[in-house]
């Protein structure tokens, strides 16, 4: 007697995402990495106002600071903000959002890698960077050209 098994009716833009990532192994790589993209900016964005991970005053270059008009804590406030427009973009629309994402992070290796001590968090990020042009590749297959309102078409 052969079984067959019916599928559940889908509820929701989750359920959907899921059944799709299930059945193609590259959308779910996609969909794990926009999440994760959306995710690491506003979990950081959280934490330099509190300083609960670290203190992220401590991994700003001191030629940075001595550009910025602003204090190390007021600089970093300004970089919560631009990671917080980062996060909002990946949302609406990471076909193009990712490579603000990826030249952010291209900032943040050289920030690195000019202030002696944190060249592992650099080589790091550089895998971020990586990530975030994988992401790219498949944002190109996985999201519309063109700026839409609503997210994701």
Do not use: C
């Amino acid at each position: 007697m052969a079984t067959h098994s019916i599928s559940a009716p889908v509820a929701g833009w989750s359920s959907h995402a899921l059944s799709r990532a299930k059945a193609d192994p590259a959308y779910g790589a996609f969909l794990m990495l926009w999440i994760g993209f959306i995710a690491i900016p506003l979990i950081m964005v959280l934490d330099k106002f509190f300083n609960v991970l670290t203190n992220w005053e401590s991994y700003l270059a001191p030629w940075i600071e001595n550009l910025s008009p602003f204090t190390a804590q007021g600089t970093m406030m300004v970089i919560g903000i631009v990671e917080i427009i980062a996060a909002i973009a990946m949302v609406l629309r990471p076909r193009y959002a990712v490579f603000v994402v990826a030249l952010w992070l291209a900032g943040i290796i050289v920030n690195l890698l000019s202030y002696s001590g944190f060249y592992d968090v650099a080589l790091r990020d550089f895998g971020l960077l990586v990530a975030a042009l994988a992401l790219a590749v498949l944002a190109r297959t996985y999201t519309k050209p063109g700026f839409r309102k609503g997210g994701m078409k």
